[in-house]
C-alpha cells in the first residue's frame, strides 16, 4: 500500500538554525499538508500546498515557515531561525483529489520529531 | 470558534464494546474522520463519513455535529490515542482520546 514517508525521523539543533524538514507524499496525490503536535498537545494544522502554492496557513505559520515542493516527488518544510518553541512533532499528510471531495482521506506519514536545544 | 471536542482518556476492558464521542462546533463540517495514533507512527484513519459506517471492528456513528467511534471486542493492542477529525477546506482535529485497556 502506497505511504508517505517523512526523513529524518529525528532533527535535533541549536536555536537560530534552519532545518527542512522532508516529505515524500503519495505520488498521484495532489494536496500536501503539514501539522505539528507539540508534547502533550493537539495535533495543529500549519499548512496546506495545492497546484505549487499554499493554499491555506494557520496563525502559526508565520514568516519563519515555508514550503516548497522542489521537485515532482518531495514537499519540505523549513523553519529559518529554530525557536524553542518549534520543538515538536511534525506529520506531513498527502490526499488526492477526488471529484465532490468531501470526504477525501488524508494520508499520514509518520512524522519527524524536531528538537530545538 | 472551530474545534473538536473529545475526551481526553477512556478506560475500558478487554472483549467490551468502547465507546469515544465527539462533537464540534466547525459550522461548516460535514464529514467526521477516526484516526488510530501509535507513538512513533502515523496517524492511520480507521472510518470515515457523513453517514453511520463500519470498517470491521470499527462502527462509527452519526450526527450532524457529534459522532461516536465505536470498537467492538476491544483488545490490549488497541490501546492507543484516537483521533476525532472534521473536516471543512482544512482538517480539524480533536485532542485526542487515549484509550487504555484493562485485561
Known amino acids: 500500500e502506497p505511504e508517505v514517508t517523512q526523513t529524518p525521523s529525528h532533527q535535533v539543533t541549536q536555536m537560530g538554525q534552519e532545518v527542512i524538514l522532508r516529505c515524500v507524499p503519495i505520488?498521484?496525490?495532489?494536496?500536501f499538508y503539514w501539522y505539528r503536535q507539540i508534547l502533550g498537545q493537539k495535533v495543529e494544522f500549519l499548512v496546506s500546498?495545492?497546484?505549487?502554492?499554499?493554499?491555506?496557513k494557520s496563525e502559526i505559520f508565520d514568516d519563519q515557515f515555508s514550503v516548497e515542493r522542489p521537485d515532482g516527488s518531495n514537499f519540505t518544510l523549513k523553519i529559518r531561525s529554530t525557536k524553542l518553541e518549534d520543538s515538536a512533532m511534525y506529520f506531513c499528510?498527502?490526499?488526492?483529489?477526488?471529484?465532490?471531495?468531501?470526504?477525501?482521506?488524508?494520508?499520514f506519514g509518520p512524522g519527524t520529531r524536531l528538537t530545538v536545544l | 470558534k472551530d474545534q473538536v471536542f473529545q475526551p481526553s482518556t477512556v478506560a475500558s476492558s478487554e472483549g467490551a464494546v468502547v465507546e469515544i464521542f465527539c462533537n464540534h462546533s466547525?459550522?461548516?463540517?460535514?464529514?467526521f474522520f477516526w484516526y488510530l495514533h501509535f507513538p512513533g507512527c502515523a496517524p492511520r484513519l480507521l472510518v470515515k463519513?457523513?453517514?453511520?459506517?463500519q470498517q470491521g471492528r470499527y462502527n462509527m456513528t452519526y450526527e450532524r455535529f457529534s459522532s461516536s467511534l465505536l470498537i467492538l471486542q476491544v483488545r490490549e493492542a488497541d490501546a492507543a490515542v484516537y483521533y476525532c477529525?472534521?473536516?471543512?477546506?482544512?482538517?480539524?482535529f480533536g485532542s485526542g482520546t487515549k484509550l487504555n485497556v484493562k485485561p
Open positions: 463519513g457523513s453517514k453511520p459506517s
Open positions: 500546498f495545492y497546484n505549487n502554492e499554499i493554499s491555506e
Open positions: 477529525v472534521c473536516n471543512f477546506n482544512k482538517f480539524y
Open positions: 466547525v459550522s461548516n463540517a460535514y464529514n
Open positions: 505520488s498521484n496525490h495532489l494536496y
Open positions: 499528510a498527502s490526499r488526492e483529489r477526488v471529484a465532490g471531495g468531501r470526504t477525501d482521506t488524508q494520508y
